[in-house]
């Protein structure tokens, strides 16, 4: 098994360029790298010059951070704006605090008005701002209208680049018009119709237009159902809106309605990686950081959670400290203890990224909340019976003490049942109050069945008097 | 804030169906129901009709699991395989089963060969044959070719309908062809040239053909560098190219290069959906299961990751009791060893979510491992020491005893760092073994942080003499 990319012969070098999975291999992005530390330019570029754009920016995102600006230098003329919008945030802006201005304008007049933002948009202001002064007005009031929009919104993805063309043409005239006007994008996969007033009233697959003669109205073959995206809308509304109803391109209203620009699905696809990814790095307190977040970043964005999660150890170990006399008569009751706790959590986690998952996706709403709390409870007592049975009788023959065993047992039934109800609850309840449940959930799940745990094993084990 | 999607009148009613957020209403999916259940079908089919096929798959998946049969009897001419194909795996399996194999292999002869595959690879083997048997030859054996690819494979994702030319030809040759075949798929954006072997040679968006004069040849204006799926690659890899590459639709070859199906993105955006989706899930044990998932098959995905966790439990509880004689003379070291085990894990959760990001994204390989984990290390000696700092004065205050407050200082020290290791290392390692880290890092990570955590702070405890 292996994909086949037909690219220019330089790719045919000794040097395999791609692995099987299709990434950089090892060799070649150390090669490339002891070619420019070796000052042979050349060499570097005659390795680099084949690769697709989205694998050049791959290249300076796995060299390691001391070697990318001169990477940078010696591959200037390959480093054009398809290759920085590929690139990953971190290493982009690292780069790009080496280019002045005017570089970053030049190279930001190349680009979609979408991606000339999205590289533009993480820039400080004083830098932002000489940037745009460098570029061409025109290119400079569509980035500056873009930048107006909030960021992560839909005014920011959109390209102001379309076709729209009137209800009254024929498609006849659609063709005229896209074969006769040369300045006209090529990006594009459905045509919008608009009325008088540049309000879209339906969607044309360029298919349609390729098999309907001349003559045919475009209004006789539009689609006018068409899912309309305001300005102001969350990227991640947007993808969710993309994926339900299988689109390739959308148009962009302004609040009156009219059309202001087009969102097509190629860069949805980044979004929805990304969404996805984070609620993964949320649930696990890792922030949005990735691999090439810097480490003072990381540091920052986790230690927090680092914190919140002390404090919640710290009301697990209040807990414990109330109990202090029932381990000290029966100190195998602190050996046990982290088992119930831990268990537990483990069985909250399952309930919560489940919930997480369909709260984003759209799935959970009020119309089956309730049913999928039932059926938690359903599947958490089938998960506690089974290890609370397992648990309780090994305990019970190990220590030769069925109470402590039944005890374990209760206390482990009880916290998986009430790590089921938290694992829903919460996420449901913060995504209630408006706060995203993938980003604190965990903190909260984990007090719950932290705490809980420790309560119910320490607390049964002191009132069936096993310490006595 | 407000989505426009402009639909038929009866959208307009007095009852609206979807939230600010597009989700259909719990009042609007009530009412529904109760007009299924009072026997009133046309009045619920009056409601439905309006909605896009998306949403009248959304409405299945919030009803209740026992109003699905009767609703689907009552919006039997709603139930076409456009909403099958958008419908919940689990919401879908159940309706089938009520169906006739007779009434299957109609709605799957309506749909494009992967929208019917997903319907079908999902049944029993007697069902699936008898489902087949009832088909028109022509969609059986595309349907059992595509089948006989492994699941999640390209060749399950294909579609067999597209357009393929001969590179020959000149851009009205196909414009021709477009119009006088009227059976063709409207369901393109590209279209494939191929040379007399059927083998693709390269691609042509739309947008090209219809601004470039009738005379000019496709092999002068199509794109020859192109991705090209084998037929036997993983889903996964389909939806990493789609992504990489930006593309909207991508040839799919056989072991010999032979042009044999077309993917298209808005199956992929699916995927990627999904596949990051998963992550999650197999991140927290929860297996692949969502919230349609029957009770009993998330039962037993789950109670499995349980009990491997109550198996790393017990050898954290084996630690502890080495220290029985220590925590016997000083009981306060109970109630704070969970303090460290819990951070710990928690610490090796965010750089293990990290990592499992990264690996699935490929954007960490061989070429930058060792500067992850440095980087791991980096960021884990900041968190150790913040929170060494915070813990260990807080205890020296606290409990009045300064020794014990380095005990746990140096304890949490040690066992956030052997997490930042852990959590680098695990997914790396299980994924060398060609294992999914996202399936089983977990465990592994937490049995590492809990018994380092007991380890660490029992066993300093007692070389220290604090119990003495």
Redesign the interface.
Known sequence: ????????PADAAAEPSHDQ??????EF??AVIDHVERGEADAARALVAPL?P??IA?LF??A?SESRRPLAAALADLLGGDVLA?M?DWVREELMEALAPHEVAEIATQLDTDDAVAIIEDMGEDEQRAVLRAMEPDDRAAIEEALSYPEESAGRLMQRDLIAVPEHWAVGDV?DY??RNED?T????EIFVVDAGHHPVGTC?????????RNIAVSDVMQ???????V??DQE?VA?????????SAAV?DPN?RLVGMIT??D???I??EE??E???R????GD????EP??D??RS??R???A??G???V??TI??LF?GT??RM??L??????V???GG??G??????????IA????????TV??IM?EI??AL??GS??AA??GSGVALVFGNGALGAVIAAAMMTN?LVAGLAGVLVPVTLDRMDVDPAVSSSVFV?MVT?SMG?LAFLGLATLAGLAG
Chains 1, 2 share one sequence.
């Not at 602190?334 to 088992?339: Q, R």
């Open positions: 098994m292996s994909e086949i990319r037909i690219d220019t999975d299709d990434r950089l291999t090892p992005v150390r697709h989205a694998d791959v995102e796995l390691p590929e990953n063709l896209l074969r006209l090529t990006d594009f996969w697959k360029l298919s349609w237009i390729l098999r309907t003669p006018r159902e068409q899912t309309l995206i305001p102001d809308m509304e969710l809106r993309f994926q339900k109803y299988g689109l390739i209203v309605g699905v190629d949805i696809v980044h929805i990686q996805a990814g609620d993964i790095l649930l696990s307190g890792a950081g990735d691999i090439n480490v003072l990381s540091y986790r230690v959670w680092l914190i999660n002390l919640t150890a710290l697990a170990s414990i400290g202090e381990i000290a100190v195998a602190a050996t046990l203890m982290p088992i706790a831990g268990v483990n069985a986690t399952q309930t919560m990224a489940v919930t997480v998952r369909a996706t759209n799935k959970l709403t009020q119309a089956n049913r999928s059926r359903r599947i089938l998960n089974t290890i397992v648990i998986i984990t932290d420790f």
